[in-house]
């Protein structure tokens, strides 16, 4: 690869598709408590799984972000997710989290996601949202709900609209079709939290 083509790469939310293209599946989990922890990662890593998305759904998500960095970031790539806020960006710079998922799109936002330096991942549903995205320079999105926004059918007219661009659908995928949508050619990787049950 070209000098040039290697820095326009890296150069696009931070490189985030260097992370996804290292894990097929990203695991959205919800912890609420120090117990959960190494059954959580021990699972995951026993299933070939070694990423991990914590939502910052729980008063507990921060704390365990930190956790799992301090003891388990030589074996598993730690992520934060249901990001919305710049104060979140914030806190989780600090943490040193290895990627960023946000549920929606905003370009303020955006803009504190790309200083952060932190390969980040923000969430569309509509054409809409992705023409947002590619306005501000950025071609990987979470495609999310991806089960209420039309699924498959969506990705593959997305295909054909936005070819330059590529998902990780989440939302309402499960052990039987995860398969199908990592068939795409526009899907890097899909996420959810089946793999959790
Ligand atoms: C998310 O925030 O990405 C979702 O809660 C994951 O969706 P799922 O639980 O339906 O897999």
């Known amino acids: 690869m070209k000098k040039e083509q290697v820095l326009f790469k890296t150069m696009k939310q931070n490189n985030i598709r260097g992370v996804l293209e290292k894990h097929q599946v990203v695991p959205v989990v919800t912890i609420n408590n120090e117990a959960e922890i190494d059954g959580i990662i021990n699972g995951l ?5 070694y990423c991990i998305e914590v939502t910052l759904r729980t008063p507990y998500a921060l704390t365990a ?3 799992i ?3 388990y970031s030589n074996q598993i ?3 934060v997710g249901t990001v919305v806020s710049k ?3 914030e806190a989780v710079k600090a943490l040193k989290v290895d990627f960023i998922v946000s549920p929606g799109i905003n370009a303020e936002l955006g803009g504190y996601l790309m200083e952060s330096g932190i390969p980040f991942i923000p969430g569309v549903a509509t054409p809409s949202d992705i023409i947002l995205g590619m306005q501000m320079g950025w071609d990987t999105f979470k495609f999310f709900p991806a089960n209420l926004f039309g699924g498959i059918d969506a990705l593959k007219t997305y295909g054909q609209v936005f070819p330059s661009v590529i998902f990780c659908p989440t939302g ?3 052990g039987d079709t995860y398969a199908s949508y990592l068939d795409l050619k526009n899907v890097i990787s899909v996420g959810g939290s089946w793999m959790m049950k």
């Open 65 to 67: 972000i930190e956790l």
């Open 172 to 174: 309402g995928i499960n």
């Open 45 to 49: 890593i026993a299933k070939g799984i």
């Open 77 to 79: 790539s730690v992520g």
């Open 69 to 71: 960095k301090a003891k």
């Open 87 to 89: 104060e979140q960006i």
